[in-house]
């Protein structure tokens, strides 16, 4: 089992970066697939990015990618994204996820066993 405490969210003006952390317990981080999601007023969690178990793959949702970047460091149980040219139709809550499935990274949330319990990110026009 996995606990998962994100951090770094805040309230930024269009244009800016930002960067989340994901903080993992337990022994076994290095074997989870791990994601981010988002989830704004009203709307269904989406998918956001995804970094394999050994880190060697990354798949991000077509809205965010060439903005966004997902890294993970096994050393610290931990696993980032790196948010630049920020939108304001990127507000949202932010998870952290993580998932057994390590063959391929999952985009479905379905597939992601561990959740954190979310930060906000708000961007401003």
């Known amino acids: 089992q996995v606990q998962l405490v994100e951090s770094g969210g805040g309230l930024v003006q269009a244009g800016d970066s930002l960067r989340l952390s994901c903080a993992a317990s337990?022994?076994?981080?290095?074997?989870?697939?791990m994601g981010w999601f988002r989830q704004a007023p009203g709307k269904e969690r989406e998918f956001v990015a995804g970094?394999?178990?050994?880190?060697?793959?990354?798949y991000y949702a077509d809205s965010v990618q060439g903005r966004f970047t997902i890294s993970r460091d096994t050393s610290k149980k931990s696993v980032y994204v790196e948010m630049n040219s920020l939108k304001p139709e990127d507000t949202a809550i932010y998870y952290c996820?993580?998932?057994?499935?390590?063959?391929?990274?999952?985009?479905?949330?379905?597939?992601?066993?561990?959740w954190g319990q979310g930060t906000q990110v708000t961007v401003s026009s």
């Open positions: 970094i394999s178990a050994n880190g060697a793959s990354t």
């Open positions: 337990g022994r076994t981080f290095s074997s989870y697939t």
């Open positions: 996820a993580a998932s057994r499935t390590i063959m391929v990274v999952p985009t479905t949330k379905e597939r992601y066993a561990y």
